[in-house]
């Protein structure tokens, strides 16, 4: 599949974000990686869309954190990356869902 759609340095329109500011997305052998601002690398898995599915235009990972288990699902809309952040937290708070807009720099 190609990721080329999804690679690069893409920030947050809203720098007031509670959620994610920035994310970098790359390839490693075949495999997509991506970093969130402030946390470690880890490995994505791409989807291509019915229409083309050789292109990627979305990808989930997952972050495991000190206090919280983070599911990242992410899509391109138009030349805009939405990312959904669903949180579980391990510490008694109540688990929720962020949506924020990132463009590619």
Known sequence: ??????LGAWTSYDEQTTGILAVEI???????TVQVKDWDV?????FGSRADPTEACGF???YRLADR???LAA???KRLLVVDAYTTF???RSNCFQRDHLYLR
């Open 75 to 77: 899509y391109l809309n």
């Open 90 to 92: 391990t510490d008694g």
């Open 60 to 62: 989930t990972a997952h």
């Open 26 to 32: 790359g390839e490693r052998r075949g495999v997509l």
């Open 42 to 46: 880890t490995l994505g898995a791409a």
């Open 69 to 71: 288990s983070v599911l």
């Open 1 to 6: 599949m190609d990721t080329s759609p999804l």
